[in-house]
């Protein structure tokens, strides 16, 4: 396990961040251990075939039998939101020094040795991170930035969105255990568990002294539980798994409204309010359900002027959700529509008895 010492300093200064180039190195977990993020398989279905075209020996060779990716791979941010290639600059500039020692650490303990394709780089590990850099630019050019990023980077605002708000109203206490069930916080210390599947024994305990820098916060499409780099020197920043993962899927079946609110509202309009049960874009809003992005933009006008929905800023993108009003709204409407299906099948019944 990993422990991070939280001062007072640390918790003032938590922050979140977003990583294209950290979702670049944890989605290569999608080709090792196919299926296991059952969601976004059919979209990297579809990436293979440019995906087979690149070098994939090497790229494979980057994850181990346990998940595990190499720590250079993934570079802490040092903006909220840093530009993909501003960050491969950063991965480029890695002290070739400390390539063998990580690829150790990541492969050994578990894997017996490092693999074979990234140990013929030891005598020379400037050129191997050089391959390394330009096939994970290669990468993510032809698979990820073209149709998967666009729905991920909307998945990953609306959860910093949702979680900065629950730190700021229910604390970091609440906000650590609702990031995943592998944290444990005593007020002063905060704890990652080892997944059940990996052996304690067989991996060491880190603990991680205070550094000044605060805690850092990074939402990710590649995990499914908390994470962090395994290096006792790194400023502490953590790794979770972002909400809302089930739109990266192919279809979005928006939820029923019920006659009720589609008689309030119509049709169009209840079906958006009722899909702003987490911050989302107006690009991804029309995605999810199938329209044009000005016909979402001109619905989400008419709630907002009623009070229904809310607004809020990350980076460049403005995501929607509903309004504390929206909210016992849509509650009261999804209530209704169930007492509707409950009496459709009260008369069936009734019917089927006479």
Request: aromatic share 8%; hydrophobic share 40%.
């Amino acid at each position: 396990m990993i422990t991070f010492e939280l001062g007072l300093d640390e918790l003032a200064a938590t922050s979140f961040a977003c990583s294209a180039l950290l979702e670049t190195g944890m989605s290569l977990r999608m080709w090792t251990h196919p299926g296991r993020y059952a969601e976004q398989v059919p979209l990297f279905n579809r990436m293979r075939p440019a995906f087979e075209r690149l070098d994939t020996e090497l790229l494979t060779a980057l994850v181990g039998s346990w998940h595990w990716i190499p720590d250079f791979l993934t570079p802490r941010p040092r903006t909220p939101w840093p530009d993909f290639r501003r960050e491969l600059a950063v991965l480029r500039a890695t002290p070739p020094e400390q390539i063998w020692p990580e690829l150790e650490r990541t492969f050994v303990e578990i894997d017996g040795a490092v693999p074979a394709r990234l140990a013929r780089g030891r005598r020379d590990p400037g050129g191997l991170l050089t391959e390394i850099a330009d096939e994970l630019e290669a990468y993510w050019e032809t698979c990820l930035a073209p149709e998967w990023w666009p729905r991920a980077r909307s998945v990953l605002e609306a959860d910093i969105v949702y979680r900065a708000r629950m730190l700021v109203e229910r604390g970091a206490g609440a906000l650590f255990t609702d990031l995943s069930n592998r944290l444990s916080w005593d007020g002063r210390r905060l704890t990652i568990a080892w997944p059940a599947t990996v052996n304690p024994v067989a991996v060491p305990r880190y603990d991680v002294p205070p550094s000044g820098l605060g805690l850092l916060l990074a939402p990710t499409c590649f995990a499914h539980g908390a994470l962090s780099q395994i290096d006792p020197a790194s400023p502490p920043w953590i790794l979770y798994p972002a909400r809302g993962l089930a739109t990266m899927a192919e279809r979005v079946v928006p939820p029923s409204a019920g006659p009720a609110l589609e008689r309030l509202l119509g049709v169009p309009r209840a079906r958006v309010l009722l899909m702003l049960g987490e911050p989302v874009s107006t690009t991804e809003l029309a995605r999810q359900l199938g329209i044009t992005a000005g016909a979402v933009s001109q619905h989400l006008k008419v709630l907002s002027d009623a009070g229904l929905t809310s607004r809020a800023r990350h980076g460049r993108s403005v995501l929607y959700a509903r309004s504390p009003l929206g909210d016992s709204l849509a509650g009261m409407s999804q209530t209704g529509a169930r007492r509707s299906h409950r009496g459709d099948a009260g008369d069936a019944a009734k019917g089927n008895r006479c």
